[in-house]
């Protein structure tokens, strides 16, 4: 495959290189005055033609803000400056390959890439942006601006996963590190000070590509998933990371202070899992909720089509039995579950997600509500977009007076194929059938992209005192 034919590179997947910022955005509707903060979303954008064939999860990371107060909003764009992007920036051309690629040994800055560009966290007064497997990059509000790696004062031991966990009781944060060498999976608690309390490893049997994981008010929950890492396959001239349908999926549970003389392993059949929606106790039951696909490749050939699309799926761990339960709880295809972030952890009566269309390229066409009500079993609401118009992960933003779990908005970049145009799409989060609150339009395309948060003008005051 060509750059020029590689769907990625092309549409609204294909990068926009130009830094820009815009206030006073048109808006269709009203932007609530209790709305007051900043949507930030990461993603891929590479600044250069890339090298050999291009993935979509290569592209240098770039952050998309939308500032809303008093009814205003203003646009902004900015790459995430690693150290990798400042030397291609430099050598004014692309240096390392991607995914698909053979690993570049001989460079002497290493054989990949961080370029920042999946997730983001808020934690300590601080907006860290994420890779699958690298140190943090601290970023500056409102501005965007990069200040630098970000390593705990020093102690960081491990790559970062792109999806921390925070208490939202505590202020802990949990997350873990995979490698494709010995220890395969390091774990870290940080305090809510943003102190690294601990690192321990993990023994896994072999490197595996572990996207997510899972915390509730005692544990932490990993995916030990048959997406593995085999060196001998890259000296077949294969791609080192393939999914082992034979092998089955393990979900290691692990006290949130414990080591790996604690973890208890549950098995089940082969799966991938890029996301949870969340996790929690009940009982002697450990409850996780993700979106679960029954095997995945990232060539994008993978032998049942149907097995690669992610639906909403239930496990239940019993600790006392050591018996597994698993169950779909929705055939609708789902991906890039969220929830209110103040029930992290702990049970919880609604989720969101974005859903699927029924196209080849990785493309969303509305906005699923779960409502698990007091059975288990969700009833869903949709937001349709309407033809030809796409979204990305919607973000609970909560109503800063919020009397229950759902008060407050969605909100989403959506492109409208037809037209050509971006905008930032705001739904009541209480019903998703209604028309949009606000649609602002925005003043250039914003490509496809990964995970976003909200950060309130509370946080943004605070976080100006830190960096």
């Not at 992007?85 to 040994?105: H, N, R, V, Y």
């Not at 030990?224 to 999914?243: K, N, V």
């Not at 992290?344 to 969303?364: E, I, N, V, W």
Request: hydrophobic share 40%; aromatic share 10%; with cysteine.
């Amino acid at each position: 495959m060509t750059a020029i034919a590689n769907p990625f590179l092309q549409g609204n997947f294909a990068p926009i290189r130009q830094e820009s910022a815009a206030e006073n955005l048109p808006v269709i509707g009203e932007i609530p005055p209790e709305l007051s903060g900043m949507f930030v979303r990461n993603g891929p954008n590479p600044q250069f033609d890339p090298i050999g064939q291009y993935h979509w999860f290569d592209g240098d990371g770039m952050l998309h803000g939308m500032h809303l107060q008093d009814g205003q909003a203003t646009y902004r764009n900015r790459y995430v400056q690693t150290r990798g992007f400042l030397k291609e920036q430099a050598a004014q051309q692309a240096i390392w390959t991607g995914l698909l690629e053979p690993p570049q040994m001989e460079l002497p800055d290493g054989p990949s890439k961080n370029t920042s560009n999946t997730a983001l966290v808020w934690h300590s007064q601080r907006l860290l942006t994420l890779l699958e497997a690298a140190e943090p990059y601290a970023i500056a509000l409102p501005s965007l601006a990069t200040c630098g790696s970000y390593t705990f004062n020093g102690k960081l031991q491990s790559p970062v996963t792109a999806h921390p966990k925070v208490d939202p009781e505590t202020g802990e944060m949990m997350f873990f590190g995979y490698g494709f060498a010995p220890p395969y999976l390091q774990y870290s608690v940080v305090s809510a000070a943003g102190e690294l309390l601990r690192t321990v490893p993990i023994d896994l049997p072999v490197g595996v590509m572990m996207h997510d994981c899972a915390i509730t008010e005692r544990f932490t929950i990993f995916l030990d998933l048959p997406l593995t890492f085999r060196p001998e396959r890259a000296a077949q001239g294969q791609l080192p990371l393939a999914f082992e349908r034979d092998r089955p999926s393990r979900f290691g549970i692990v006290p949130r202070h414990g080591d790996q003389t604690q973890v208890r392993w549950f098995e089940a059949p082969a799966c991938y899992v890029f996301h949870t929606l969340n996790a929690y106790e009940q009982g002697d039951e450990v409850v996780l909720i993700a979106c679960r696909m029954a095997e995945y490749d990232l060539t994008g050939a993978a032998t049942d089509p149907d097995a690669s699309i992610p639906r909403l799926y239930e496990w239940r761990f019993n600790l006392s039995s050591g018996e597994l339960q698993e169950r779909q709880l929705s055939p609708i295809p789902a991906e890039f579950p969220r929830i209110n972030e103040q029930y992290m952890g702990r049970p919880m009566r609604y989720g969101f997600a974005s859903k699927m269309a029924a196209t080849p390229m990785p493309l969303f066409e509305g906005l699923l509500k779960f409502d698990f009500g007091a059975t288990g079993t969700p009833t869903t609401q949709v937001h349709e977009l309407g033809r030809d118009r796409y979204c990305g992960e919607a973000v609970f933003a909560p109503h800063p007076d919020a009397q229950t779990e759902d008060e407050g908005w969605l909100l989403t970049f959506v492109h409208d194929e037809g037209q050509n145009q971006s905008e930032l799409l705001i739904v009541d989060a209480h019903d998703l059938t209604q028309e949009p609150i606000a649609r602002v339009i925005l003043p250039q395309r914003v490509p496809y992209g990964f995970h976003g948060l909200w950060v309130s003008d509370a946080q943004i005051q605070a976080t100006r005192q830190v960096l």
